[in-house]
T-cell receptor
């Protein structure tokens, strides 16, 4: 069965600094997708970034980028120039073509210090 | 915004009573999902639907049933609510566009079972 592990329950970063959130996953599938979702205090789940496993190039969305290491089954999220509005719970998620289901990690709570 | 609404947004009920949560979407998406979110578990799939009257179980389906009589509505029913079903419930749709494996979430329903 596929699993997603986020080993950092909480992280903290200074405003304007860079922070990296870690995620590892386990799968035997070759066709899959990886996601980072942000959940601010409003509880809304917001898609931050997605990565197709067949693409070697790391995805980027403005200040957010990923480091996708397929062989190591690692998918970390880098937030550059951190802002107060980045404070939230961040979830890593896996979607497999065979399982047709989205599997979430347990989340990392990010605090941004002014 | 994927045009997803959930009702009610908050509900308090007593053990043993039936509860129905509604998810409504306006963009004619085929796939709809119900998740629950609990501390330490991330989001876990309860049930999902791949068309009108077509549904399947997720990893935590015990105690829940679903129905989908119209494309736009996906109902989650707790036949006899228990305190272990106190949680935040999220509905999601799967995009039908080029990023068809990507899920977008509703605002959530907070349910408290006393």
């Amino acid at each position: 069965a596929q699993t997603v592990t986020q080993s950092q329950p909480e992280m903290s970063v200074q405003e304007a600094e860079t922070v990296t959130l870690s995620c590892t996953y386990d799968t035997s599938e070759s066709d899959y997708y990886l996601f980072w979702y942000k959940q601010p205090p409003s509880r809304q789940m917001i898609l931050v970034i997605r990565q197709e496993a067949y693409k070697q190039q790391n995805a980027t969305e403005n200040r957010f980028s990923v480091n996708f290491q397929k062989a190591a089954k690692s998918f970390s999220l880098k937030i550059s120039d951190s802002q107060l509005g980045d404070a939230a719970m961040y979830f890593c998620a896996y979607y497999g073509g065979a399982t047709n289901k989205l599997i979430f990690g347990t989340g990392t709570l990010l605090a941004v210090q002014p | 915004d994927a045009g997803i609404t959930q009702s009610p947004r908050h509900k308090v009920t007593e053990t043993g009573t039936p509860v129905t949560l509604r998810c409504h979407q306006t963009e004619n998406h085929r796939y709809m999902y119900w998740y629950r979110q609990d501390p330490g578990h991330g989001l876990r799939l309860i049930h999902y639907s791949y068309g009108v009257k077509d549904t399947d179980k997720g990893e935590v389906s015990d105690g829940y049933s679903v129905s989908r009589s119209k494309t736009e509505d996906f109902l989650l029913t707790l036949e006899s609510a228990t305190s272990s079903q106190t949680s935040v419930y999220f509905c999601a749709i799967r995009s039908g566009r080029e990023s068809r494996e990507t899920q977008y979430f509703g605002p959530g329903t907070r349910l408290l079972v006393l």
